[in-house]
């Protein structure tokens, strides 16, 4: 059961910069409505995250920031320009890193690069600089002869990442970034980015599923549910908006529920599997406590127990009422946006 919407900073601090501002926006594909109402803005130099299922509408709200598709409803202004009615000139200040691998397999990196900075006209002498540079920035300086197909998929990832800085943008788009990426590879693209951020003064607005990438790499997370955010703070912020100091995980042998209704400071119990629970509490030592002298005296067995603090699980299941890992995951086009009444 989904909870009031938390929004504990959605409005910007008096005198910092909006780098993108979206406001009261609305994308509607015939009867279905696949954006509500969504209003947000990103300040200059943060990584502003959009968290949620795939269908959640992340993609959609890109697409539009981003100028693939109009708004139905509402306004978009990023680096000052409504992309409206400057879709020009909202282009050529941001950078756009599709879900998708797009890069040309047969041809080399540094053909991959120099075509995409010729699209954006930036002058030959210039454009020999920045891939120069943006190689050395994702580690691919030694592999710009390469052909693309030969590259592993971490890599290729890189490539897309330096082909969308090629032009010097001022706001990087990434849709789902690591998707498809091993652990090692993932962790790598999150050092790379925000590092990027940090030496390149860049903005940057991603859309994810992954908790872990959220948590990590996001000054702010937007969660979207059903094309409607739910909730919008830092990943701190948003932890402690969740009854609950403590979640303690516990598995029995067997599942059971005669315990549930005797545990006390418990703000809700979450079955994950047979006999597999996750309790939010006030108190995570006491709750410890109490599942050992429960588990004693109804002749359970406990097979382990464990305590931590509440998760951007639980902060998503709180304000959706489900786990976001329970959600499926399915590939989705960037660039293709659903025919008029087709689910996206």
Same mark, same amino acid.
Request: with cysteine; charged share 25%.
């Given at each position: 059961?989904?909870?009031?919407?938390?929004?504990?900073?959605?409005?910007?601090?008096?005198?910092?910069?909006?780098?993108?501002?979206?406001?009261?926006?609305?994308?509607?594909?015939?009867?279905?409505?696949?954006?509500?109402?969504?209003?947000? !803005?990103?300040?200059?130099?943060?990584?502003?995250?959009?968290?949620?299922?795939?269908?959640?509408?992340?993609?959609?709200?890109?697409?539009?920031? *981003?100028?693939?598709?109009?708004?139905?409803?509402?306004?978009?202004?990023?680096?000052?320009?409504?992309?409206?009615?400057?879709?020009?000139?909202?282009?050529?200040?941001?950078?756009?890193?599709?879900?998708?691998?797009?890069? %040309?397999?047969?041809?080399?990196?540094?053909?991959?690069?120099?075509?995409?900075?010729?699209?954006?006209?930036?002058?030959?002498?210039e454009r020999e600089k920045n891939i120069a540079s943006v190689?050395?920035?994702?580690?691919? *300086?030694?592999?710009?002869?390469?052909?693309?197909?030969?590259? +592993?998929?971490?890599?290729?990832?890189?490539?897309?990442? !330096?082909?969308?800085?090629?032009?010097?943008?001022?706001?990087?788009?990434?849709?789902?970034?690591?998707?498809?990426?091993?652990?090692?590879?993932?962790?790598?693209?999150?050092?790379?980015?925000?590092?990027?951020?940090?030496?390149?003064?860049?903005?940057?607005?991603?859309?994810?599923?992954?908790?872990?990438?959220?948590?990590?790499?996001?000054?702010?997370?937007?969660?979207?549910?059903?094309?409607?955010?739910?909730?919008?703070?830092?990943?701190?912020?948003?932890?402690?908006?969740?009854?609950?100091?403590?979640?303690?995980?516990?598995?029995?042998?067997?599942?059971?529920?005669?315990w549930k209704e005797r545990l006390e400071g418990v703000t +809700?119990?979450? !079955?994950?599997?047979?006999?597999?629970?996750?309790?939010?509490?006030?108190?995570?030592?006491?709750?410890?406590?109490?599942?050992?002298?429960?588990?004693?005296?109804?002749?359970?067995?406990?097979?382990?127990? +464990?305590?931590?603090?509440?998760?951007? %699980? %639980?902060?998503?299941?709180?304000?959706?009422?489900?786990?976001?890992?329970?959600?499926?995951?399915?590939?989705?086009?960037?660039?293709?946006?659903?025919?008029?009444?087709?689910?996206?």
């Amino acid at each position: 059961m989904s909870t009031q919407a938390f929004y504990p900073d959605q409005n910007l601090i008096a005198g910092t910069a909006a780098a993108i501002e979206v406001s009261h926006a609305v994308k509607r594909y015939g009867d279905f409505e696949a954006v509500k109402d969504v209003s947000f !803005a990103v300040q200059e130099g943060e990584i502003f995250g959009l968290l949620g299922p795939n269908g959640a509408g992340k993609s959609t709200l890109i697409r539009m920031m *981003t100028t693939l598709i109009p708004l139905t409803g509402g306004n978009a202004v990023v680096a000052g320009h409504d992309v409206a009615k400057e879709p020009d000139a909202v282009r050529r200040v941001i950078g756009v890193i599709p879900q998708a691998l797009t890069s %040309d397999p047969d041809l080399t990196v540094e053909e991959n690069l120099s075509i995409y900075a010729k699209l954006y006209s930036v002058p030959k002498a210039e454009r020999e600089k920045n891939i120069a540079s943006v190689l050395e920035a994702v580690d691919l *300086t030694k592999w710009r002869g390469a052909q693309t197909k030969t590259l +592993s998929g971490g890599m290729r990832r890189r490539l897309e990442i !330096a082909r969308g800085l090629v032009h010097n943008p001022h706001i990087f788009f990434l849709d789902e970034p690591t998707t498809g990426l091993d652990p090692v590879s993932r962790i790598a693209v999150w050092e790379m980015l925000d590092n990027l951020r940090r030496t390149r003064n860049l903005t940057m607005l991603l859309t994810t599923h992954y908790m872990e990438e959220a948590d990590k790499l996001c000054d702010r997370i937007a969660i979207v549910d059903h094309g409607t955010l739910v909730a919008l703070g830092t990943p701190i912020e948003l932890k402690h908006s969740v009854p609950g100091a403590n979640v303690v995980e516990v598995h029995f042998d067997r599942e059971t529920s005669e315990w549930k209704e005797r545990l006390e400071g418990v703000t +809700s119990v979450q !079955a994950e599997s047979a006999g597999f629970y996750r309790v939010l509490t006030s108190s995570g030592s006491r709750t410890t406590m109490q599942l050992v002298e429960l588990a004693a005296s109804l002749g359970e067995t406990l097979t382990s127990l +464990s305590v931590q603090n509440t998760t951007l %699980d %639980d902060v998503f299941v709180h304000y959706t009422g489900r786990q976001l890992r329970d959600e499926q995951v399915k590939p989705a086009a960037f660039t293709m946006p659903p025919r008029p009444g087709e689910r996206p």
